[in-house]
């Protein structure tokens, strides 16, 4: 399917913020380019709102939750299913203007707007299902009850690689909790929020539930982090962000769930099929031109099928279309910006000047958009720069292993642990290695864990917290204890 190339959601040529239910100029009158990373023309100028903006959109958000709040957990979830069709009314638009502002392939971003939509559509039924609880009492006069209440003003900080299922997958359980709150859209990626922000006025959601700031990064976040309405923040993004954060958080004790960073090996043993696991890592590798957190970074295979599997791998590789990400076919678009494709180039260089050969790609393919080959890396070592740093990019590094203990040992050996995946026919290694993986979700013969009704959070430095499943709702929720005495 060919995408889009005019907007209804959007004037790109007037652009604004959304705060309480109106579009606004920022006060600072000043404005900041998107461009688009296919060929490097301006897409839109966006306000760059600050701290001003920011404040009166969490003071928004702070008038609107109390009557939000006292909604019944089906009112809210009516408006949500509501907001969810519109998603789905306006999908072409959604995912042609993801594709333009941050370069992921069309007919993935339609992926990603159904992916985001099933974010409402889980969390308008799970919030019909916060229980309390009632706890027998140790005396004869007493009753002991436990309630579940919204926490308040949330702000919802989303990066650019996934910028509308980061947002909802955030809103949604916030929303269906009984909680407003701010959107603070990464500055590569403003025009999907801001897209979902019209969207949400379309839906009839009242005034201050939703509100998008973009602009300055660091003037929004510091109001966000300083101002005492805010209690619950999420965020993704990288580690080295993630630890700033935390320190911000600790004056006021701010409620706080991280997303960061990750280097996910993917474990390919003797005994497994090689088809399915060249498939499930071309999926894990390749998605969004290998721009996701959870991607494979590190795949090791065992030594006795190192090069069937890499012939099998290299073939499918090689199938993949690169090119602008609205072009019909599109399987591969640019990477984000020029930093970006810098430490690609960095790390295959690196990589080849340590003894690793290029099976595939290993080069820039495009003087105009930040376009890198894909590309597969054999003998590679833990040496290398892309075995110790998360790459970001279309690059898959071999490397080869002996023993199951010898591969969890090197698996574990980082300080990451969002993803992790394994591809094997033995069912007692299944169940072992699984355990033995230090990383908060498992891809067991499979390269595409990721869904709405399931936890997805990180251990170590990818974070804490989860978002997604029923374990998703619980950071915007306070449990309140009451003891009735009769």
Excluded at 154 to 166: E, K, V
Excluded at 202 to 227: Q, R
Excluded at 433 to 448: H, K, R, W
């Amino acid at each position: 399917m060919a995408a889009i190339t005019s907007f209804k959601l959007l004037d790109l040529e007037d652009m604004n913020l959304f705060i309480n239910g109106e579009w606004v100029k920022a006060s600072s009158n000043t404005y900041f380019n998107l461009t688009n990373p296919s060929n490097g023309e301006i897409v839109a100028k966006i306000p760059r709102g600050g701290k001003a903006e920011a404040k009166a959109a969490i003071e928004a958000a702070h008038e609107a939750f109390p009557k939000w709040a006292k909604l019944t957990a089906y009112e809210r979830a009516d408006y949500m299913l509501k907001l969810r069709d519109l998603m789905f009314e306006y999908e072409q638009e959604l995912a042609a203007l993801m594709s333009i502002e941050m370069g992921k392939a069309y007919a993935e971003s339609l992926g990603e707007v159904k992916y985001a939509a099933s974010f409402l559509t889980w969390y308008a039924e799970e919030g019909r299902r916060v229980y309390g609880e009632t706890i027998p009492a140790s005396v004869p006069n007493k009753r002991l009850f436990v309630i579940k209440q919204p926490v308040g003003v949330i702000a919802a900080i989303t990066p650019w690689n996934f910028p509308l299922a980061m947002m909802t997958r955030k809103l949604g359980p916030a929303m269906a909790a009984g909680c407003t709150g701010v959107v603070k859209p990464a500055s590569q990626s403003p025009l999907s929020a801001l897209a979902f922000a019209k969207l949400v006025e379309m839906a009839g959601i009242p005034k201050g539930v939703v509100n998008v700031v973009a602009g300055a990064t660091g003037e929004i976040s510091d109001e966000i982090f300083e101002n005492p309405i805010v209690k619950k923040i999420s965020f993704t993004g990288s580690t080295e962000v993630g630890r700033t954060l935390v320190e911000k958080s600790a004056p006021q004790l701010k409620k706080l769930s991280l997303e960061l960073g990750g280097h996910a090996p993917f474990i390919i043993f003797e005994d497994a099929d090689l088809e399915k696991a060249a498939e499930g890592a071309l999926a894990s590798k390749f998605r969004n031109a290998g721009q996701t957190c959870v991607c494979a970074n590190r795949i090791y295979v065992h030594e006795n099928i190192k090069d069937e599997f890499a012939k099998i791998f290299v073939e499918k590789v090689k199938q993949l279309k690169v090119g602008d990400s609205l072009a019909e076919g599109t399987q591969i678009g640019p990477l984000v910006n020029g930093d970006s494709l810098k430490k690609v180039a960095e790390q295959v260089q690196d990589a080849e000047e340590k003894g690793a050969v290029v099976l595939h790609g290993g080069k820039p393919l495009s003087e105009k958009g930040y376009y890198y080959e894909p590309t597969v890396l054999t003998n590679v070592t833990n040496d290398m720069l892309i075995m110790q740093e998360e790459t970001f990019g279309p690059v898959a590094p071999l490397s080869t292993f002996t023993t199951d203990e010898e591969v969890i040992q090197a698996a574990n050996d980082t300080i990451y642990g969002l993803a992790a995946y394994l591809y094997t026919s033995d069912i007692s290694r299944a169940v072992k290695v699984s355990e033995a993986l230090n990383f908060g979700v498992i891809g067991l013969n499979d390269g595409i864990p990721s869904s709405a009704q399931a936890p997805f959070g990180g251990m170590n430095q990818s974070g804490y917290g989860r978002e997604g499943g029923h374990q998703g709702i619980r950071d915007y929720l306070e449990e309140k204890y009451i003891s009735l005495g009769l």
